[in-house]
């Protein structure tokens, strides 16, 4: 969603404003101050009449400005969830009631997904190739299921668990995150390929095991002030969203450290 750039504007109105309060003097007398702090505001009210003139001519810079905030805000907010890597780096890495791809990997890439968070879908493709050509690291993937994408993600949740007891996790979990949306027929026609009973799947999805695994991963996600999905950990760095290249770049990093 593309935010409004008329705080933005406003912001930079004020700023260029800020100067414009003028110091009342003695008429009667001469205050070198009083003339010093003149020729200021004339010099500041000249600059932002040429800084209003600029922005007038060049919108476009407002747009990159808010840009540039976003980015700022979004690297101080990685920083703070990186800082809480190592008290929860067992709860991420090494729970048992996660899925992982490659378990004997050296390197170990954790993803939090919905499984219908749209932009799980887009980068799937890119984490079942990372998969395939980095055997050496562990793909672990913990069900974050937001609660705004319905209730097929949940049940969905439960169907990758009993499909992953026949180990048979990686190329269903890849199945269903393909759908555009994922529908509650379409997993039990995967259950059924399968030989797997929709209705033993949706009595899994009600057991206390089942709830309280996807309680644990939200209240972990809630604890590191993770909001949204996907969420990736390679080790210690942080990337959050579908940033392939930035994903595959903190993979090679990972790598070179080991």
Known sequence: MRRSTIPLVITLAATVGLNACE?????????????????????????GDKVRAYILQHPEILIEAQQALQLKAMAEEEAVIEKQ??????????????????????????????????????????IAQLARDNPD??????????????????????????????GLFADSHFEMIAQRPLTDAQVDDLLTRNGIAPASVRALEQTPEQQQYLLDVRALAKDMGING?????????????????????????AKRGK
Not at 25 to 47: N, Y
Not at 142 to 165: I, Q
Not at 234 to 243: I, L, N, P, W
Request: charged letters at 25%; glycine letters at 4%; hydrophobic letters at 40%.
């Open 229 to 253: 999905t996907p969420a990736f950990f390679v080790e210690g760095d942080f990337v959050s969203g579908a940033q392939a290249e930035v994903l595959k770049a903190a993979i090679a990093k």
């Open 85 to 126: 890597f190592a008290s929860h780096k067992v709860q991420l890495q090494h729970d048992k009631r996660d899925f992982v791809i490659n378990p004997k990997g050296k390197v170990t890439v954790v993803e939090l997904f919905d499984y219908n968070c749209t932009y799980c879908k887009v980068i799937a493709p890119d």
């Open 23 to 47: 110091k009342k003097t003695d008429s009667t007398k001469v205050d070198p101050d009083a003339i010093a702090a003149a020729q200021t505001v004339k010099v500041d009210k000249d600059f």
């Open 137 to 166: 690291v562990r793909f672990v993937f913990k069900d974050y299921t937001l609660g705004n994408f319905g209730p097929t993600s949940e049940y969905a949740a439960a169907a990758a668990r009993a499909l992953n007891g026949k």
